[in-house]
Structure formats: structure tokens, C-alpha cells
């Protein structure tokens, strides 16, 4: 008897924890879910100090959140990882995980063993990843319509913003858009009191290292230096005997060569990652070169491809004046921009770039105008490197529809982790319904019917209206990427939180 009543409780400790984590998840996904779709609204972020913060983008809000439950710090960690990895989607793995374990916890209240429900969510995720990629549609070209309005839907329905993202798509060209180590919204600039504006080019973060160098140079030669600008190192020890400070000296005079060389091969722009010494910085000065020092690593990646360049360290200036030659860029014109207060790069001889910015009136909007823009160049590119589905929730459905089939052709317990990926699949098309004011079981259910009936993957509700409406016809599309990694992170937390059988606090560590 003492033995089945201790069974029972550890039972229920370990439910008590699951209940407990699952309510944290639903506090969270309760947050963003009122911003998905069309219809979706805003949400206040305030802190202590009264900054205000509008938006609808559900990283921002999740970022932006105090929160202090582990669980629910688990969810916004995978909505991180979603927007690192794809830069969109993050509320929809967001409300796809709520309601995954809400239902994965109805199963459990059931009496189906959780190691079960994992197993069958696991397969139901990679069900509904392998018929996404089955039913994704392929971009053909840049000049594909499809891609504006993928642009236009991430962009919160915002036609500049859309095209000025495809117009700049254009400019970098398809084949660096499918390059992994290249991400598009890199080249997204916002700027209080600017105009939009797509520019072939660069925009390095910061300006010319002093007001009397020139701040605008025609046909640029340009010298990237990964490293400081300065002569060969001494340590102090060394720099105190008499060798040292004369391999001192003779280092400085090689650096003052090094500077007229330089000065010989016609470079008039100098871009170092680190600090610039004051000989050279004088040198620089008199000799009409424009210096910007203490660059980012990405602003050297990009101001290298754009202009052809090679990077050289400091030792490397010791190089014949030809083979030095070698190393150089070149650009149509570098000049400061005085709002910006940073510098441009225009018409570089390397790979074609884009740099993107995106203007509005104050900073709270240039700050939302820079998240969509980031959002639609993120969508874009997605879209571009593994096509687009059918979007407004119509495609989850479709696919909840097969996964029926599949649980229905599954025995053993397994098949109850397929029938909550099932009714996971359905939310993201019940929240837009509902967002939009009408009443989601009713019109899901005329989805299901049509899409039954005419075997068709794009059929949802126009939020307009509560008509049945044909997304892709409408051009109502999203990138199959977003789609794809949004149920895997779904898939991650869902189980992450699964296998926690209880919760205990930690005790603080004695300092030493």
C-alpha cells in the first residue's frame, strides 16, 4: 500500500512539473499570438525608465519580455535560435509549441506514457517537414512575383519596404542569395530623418578617422588592413635594452617607408580593423588619404567582396610596391555621409552588393521599419534558397489533414504524439481567424471541406470577408525555410520540456 501511494506521488510530482512548464510556455505564446496574420495588433513594451517600445514582431517582443520562469526562458531561447538561423517565424514556432504541448499534456492526462507522445511528435514533425519540402514551390527567378509579395507579407504589408528588399535581391543576384555564409539583412541600414533609398554598395559603420582628411575621394584605391596601422610590435622588456630599442627604431623607419610606398601606388583609402599610429594618421593627413579605423569584422568582410580587396596585416606593407598592388580594391567613390555619420562605398569592382536604407520620422518608427525590412530580406532569401508554400495557415492544415490519415493508419500509443502535431499544425490558421474577429471552428472547418474537395493545399479564410479564399491565387505565400525550421524548433522545446520530470532549485554556491 505505502508503495502504491509513493508510486501515485511521484506520479503527480512529475505532472506538477509538466502543468507547471506548460502554463509558463502558454503565458508566453499568450503574449504574441494576438500579432499573427493580416488583422494582428501591436504590442506595448514599456521598461522602468518609460521607453516605449511598438511592435508587432514577435522576437522583439519575446526578447523584450522580463521573464524569470526556466521554461518559458527555454521557449524565448528557441525563438532566438529561429530568428538567428532564418530571421523570421519566430511567432509562429512560438503559438506552434504552445498548443504542441498544451495538447501533448492533454494526451499525457490521459494515461499515455510520455516517452510515447514524444515519439509519435517526433515523427509527426518529420511528417510535416518531409510534405512541406514535397509541396514547397520553387522561386524560377529574381524577377518572380512571387518574391515581392513574400517581401510585402514580411514585411507587415508595407509596398516600399517590399521593394526596395527585391529590388536590392536583384542587385546581389540569386547565386549569392543561396549562399549560406551570406545573410541579406546584413545590408539593412535605418536611420532616423533618411529617405528609403538602395544603393550599390557598402555602408561601413563608421566615418573618416579625422576632420582633415578628405570626405569624399573619386576613384578609390582602397588598402584593408587586418590589423593595426602602426609599426611592428616591441615588448616592453625588450624595448628596454639597447637591441631592442634599436630594432625599435629600425621597425619605425620601415613603417615610414612602408607609408611612402603606399603613397606611391596612388591609395587614397585606408580601412583597418584596429588603431591607426600617429605617424601614419599625419601621413595620411598631408597626403590626402582617408582613413577609417576600428572597422567591424562584417564591415571589412563586405567592403572586401565589394571592392575586390585583399586584407594585409601590418607586416605584409613590406611587400614589393607590384605584389602590394595586388592586394588593392577599387570603388567608383567612398565619401562620408554626414547624417549617417557613416561612410559609403559605391560601385565597387568586386561582387555586386546592396546596401539597403530604410528612413522614417522618428526612432521608435525607424526602429520597427528596420525589423520588417530585416524580416522581408530574411523572407526573401528563404524563399530563394527552398521556394515558398501556400501561406494564412492553409498549408498546416492541408498537412494536419494527412497527419489525420497517418494516425489513423498508426497503432499503438505512439499515434497520440501524431494527433497533437495534428492539432498544432491547425492553430496557426485559428489565430489568424480569430485575430480577424470571426469565430475559427466554423471557418476552419469550410477550409477543410474545400481543400477535401478540391485536393488543394492553398485554401484559407480571406480575414476580409470569412470567404474562402485560394492564398497562393491571392498571393498570400510564405518561404518554406521559415515554415521548415519553425516546426523543428516546435519539435525541440516540445520534447525538451517533455522529459523534465521534475523541477529543483538549485542552492547557491558558497564564494570563495
Known amino acids: 500500500m505505502n508503495s502504491r501511494n509513493q508510486s501515485e506521488n511521484e506520479t503527480n510530482d512529475r505532472l506538477a512539473a509538466l502543468h507547471t512548464n506548460i502554463g509558463a510556455i502558454k503565458a508566453i505564446a499568450s503574449a ?29 517582443i519575446l526578447n523584450k519580455m522580463e521573464v524569470n520562469h526556466p521554461a518559458a526562458k527555454m521557449l524565448i531561447q528557441i525563438a532566438r535560435s529561429q530568428q538567428e538561423k532564418i530571421g523570421d517565424g519566430t511567432t509562429t514556432a512560438t503559438i506552434l509549441s504552445s498548443e504542441l504541448l ?53 514585411g507587415r504589408e508595407h509596398d516600399d519596404v517590399a521593394q526596395l528588399i527585391v529590388e536590392a535581391a536583384q542587385l546581389v543576384g540569386k547565386e549569392k542569395l543561396k549562399d549560406i555564409h551570406f ?28 576632420s582633415q582628411m ?13 590589423d593595426a596601422f602602426e609599426p611592428e610590435e616591441i615588448d616592453d622588456e625588450a624595448l628596454g635594452t639597447e637591441i631592442g630599442f634599436s630594432k625599435y627604431l629600425e621597425y619605425k623607419e620601415t613603417f615610414k617607408r612602408n607609408l611612402k610606398k603606399i603613397a606611391d601606388l596612388g591609395v587614397n583609402v585606408i580601412a583597418v580593423d584596429r588603431g591607426v599610429d600617429p605617424i601614419a594618421e599625419e601621413f595620411c593627413n598631408d597626403h590626402d588619404i582617408m582613413v577609417i579605423q576600428r ?36 570603388a567608383e567613390a567612398v565619401f562620408e555621409d554626414e547624417k549617417l555619420q557613416k561612410t559609403r562605398i559605391v560601385n565597387g569592382k568586386g561582387t555586386p552588393t546592396a546596401a539597403i536604407l530604410v528612413g522614417a520620422a522618428t526612432e521608435e ?58 492539432t498544432a499544425l491547425r492553430k496557426p490558421m485559428a489565430q489568424i481567424i480569430l485575430n480577424a474577429g470571426y469565430y475559427p471552428l466554423k471557418k476552419i472547418g469550410e477550409a477543410k471541406g474545400l481543400q477535401l474537395e478540391q485536393n488543394k493545399d492553398s485554401i484559407g479564410i480571406n480575414t476580409d470577408n ?33 522529459r523534465i520530470h521534475t523541477i529543483i532549485k538549485m542552492k547557491k554556491e558558497a564564494l570563495d
Open 295 to 330: 572597422l567591424l569584422s562584417q564591415d571589412l568582410k563586405r567592403l572586401v567582396e565589394h571592392t575586390g580587396a585583399k586584407t594585409i596585416k601590418r607586416t605584409g606593407l613590406q611587400k614589393e610596391e607590384k605584389e602590394l598592388e595586388s592586394y588593392l580594391g577599387y
Open 214 to 226: 578628405p570626405k569624399w575621394i573619386g576613384q578609390a584605391k582602397i588598402l584593408v588592413i587586418q
Open 32 to 60: 504574441v499570438e494576438a500579432t499573427l496574420g493580416p488583422k494582428g495588433l501591436d504590442t506595448m513594451l514599456v521598461d522602468t525608465t518609460g521607453e516605449v517600445i511598438i511592435t508587432n514582431d514577435g522576437v522583439t
Open 183 to 210: 545573410t541579406f539583412s546584413d545590408a539593412i541600414t535605418a536611420h532616423k530623418g533618411s529617405e528609403n533609398e538602395l544603393i550599390s554598395g557598402v555602408i561601413l559603420s563608421k566615418k573618416r578617422m579625422n
Open 365 to 422: 518608427i525607424v526602429d520597427e521599419r528596420e525589423r520588417m525590412a530585416k524580416d522581408a530580406a530574411s523572407a526573401v532569401q528563404a524563399a530563394v534558397r527552398n521556394g515558398f508554400v501556400p501561406g494564412g495557415g492553409s498549408i498546416e492544415l492541408h498537412i494536419a489533414l494527412s497527419l489525420e490519415n497517418e494516425r489513423n493508419q498508426t497503432k499503438g500509443l505512439e499515434g497520440f504524439g501524431l494527433e497533437a502535431v495534428a
Open 102 to 154: 498544451t495538447e501533448a499534456l492533454n494526451q499525457v492526462n490521459k494515461g499515455v506514457p510520455i516517452p510515447k507522445v514524444i515519439v509519435g511528435i517526433k515523427k509527426g514533425i518529420q511528417f510535416a517537414i518531409n510534405k512541406l519540402e514535397e509541396h514547397s514551390r520553387p522561386i524560377m527567378d529574381l524577377e518572380d512575383r512571387g518574391l515581392n509579395r513574400i517581401a510585402y507579407i514580411a
Open 466 to 498: 470569412e470567404t474562402l479564399l485560394d492564398m497562393e491565387e491571392a498571393g498570400i505565400i510564405n518561404p518554406t525555410l521559415v515554415k521548415i525550421h519553425a516546426l523543428k524548433a516546435t519539435g525541440e522545446i516540445a520534447e525538451a520540456i517533455l
